[in-house]
Every structure is written in structure tokens, then in C-alpha cells.
């Protein structure tokens, strides 16, 4: 994260290396009570869609209808921020 500018596709490269070492979303949200199924749709719906972020989001077009709660970029910053702090020190615990 300390490598370059915290842009959408970067705080999504984040997200997904603590998704996967969960073994996905559902299991993430079940085992790790530092976030929620809501903040997650509207993290990843808020990076996705340019109709939300902008030429900043990580897909130029995207189908269907953007969730109701979307993030900004700073507020998508401090959720990646919150997880990432929480799953180091869940991993430093040997949880």
C-alpha cells in the first residue's frame, strides 16, 4: 500500500489479498467481524463502476444498476486502511 498512489485498482488489489486468504467474501465477512457484506458491496461497487468513481474506477463500463451505498475514494481509502490493519493483526495473533 506505501508502494504508490492509493487509487481504486490499488485498494482493490488490497481487498482481494485479504479475501482470498479468508478463501472468499462470504467466508471474509463470517470470520472477520471488522467489516460487513454492506460496506463491501459498496466498497466494490464504489471501485467497479464509473457511473460512481469516475474515469478513476476499474472498469470502463459496467451493466446493471450501482448499489445504493457507495463509497468515495477517501472513504474507500480508510475502509482498505481499517481491513488491511485489522487482518495484519489478526494474522500477527496467529488467529
Not at 469516475?54 to 459496467?62: C, P, Q, S, W
Request: hydrophobic fraction near 35%.
Amino acid at each position: 500500500m506505501a508502494q504508490g498512489p492509493l487509487d481504486w485498482p490499488t485498494l482493490y488489489k488490497v481487498y482481494e489479498i485479504v479475501r482470498d486468504s479468508f478463501g472468499g467474501q462470504a467466508a471474509l465477512v463470517r470470520h472477520a467481524p471488522w467489516t460487513t457484506k454492506a460496506e463491501i458491496t459498496a466498497f466494490a461497487g464504489s471501485a467497479n463502476r464509473p457511473d460512481v468513481s469516475g474515469e478513476g474506477a476499474r472498469h470502463a463500463r459496467l451493466g446493471g444498476d450501482p448499489p445504493r451505498r457507495t463509497m468515495s475514494l477517501h472513504e474507500g481509502r480508510e475502509f482498505i486502511g481499517r481491513l488491511a490493519r485489522h487482518w495484519i493483526d489478526d494474522r500477527l495473533s496467529g488467529r
